[in-house]
């Protein structure tokens, strides 16, 4: 799996908009980040993660 620090490197347009767009369009679908600082920030850094994934699978990446 693309690591974050890979996609990052890798692809200029991994941006800090482009995660603030999707977690925008999530919580617009009703989703919700945890309130509490280490479920937010465990479920932020795993949300990176998969994103960075997505990215590279939706351009004809393998998985």
């Known amino acids: 799996m693309a690591t974050v620090e890979n996609t990052h490197s890798e692809d200029a347009r991994f941006t800090f908009?482009?995660?603030?767009d999707?977690?925008?369009?999530l919580e617009t679908h009703g989703y919700r980040l945890p309130p509490e600082?280490?479920?937010?920030?465990?479920?932020?850094?795993?949300?990176l993660a998969?994103?960075?994934?997505v990215?590279?699978?939706?351009?004809?990446?393998?998985s």
């Not at 908009?17 to 603030?20: H, W």
């Not at 999707?22 to 369009?25: K, L, P």
């Not at 600082?37 to 949300?47: I, N, W, Y």
Request: charged share 25%; aromatic share 4%; glycine share 16%.
């Open 55 to 62: 990215t590279r699978v939706f351009e004809g990446g393998v």
């Open 50 to 53: 998969r994103l960075a994934e």
């Open 37 to 47: 600082d280490g479920p937010r920030h465990r479920a932020l850094g795993e949300t």
């Open 17 to 20: 908009g482009l995660v603030s």
């Open 22 to 25: 999707v977690v925008s369009a």
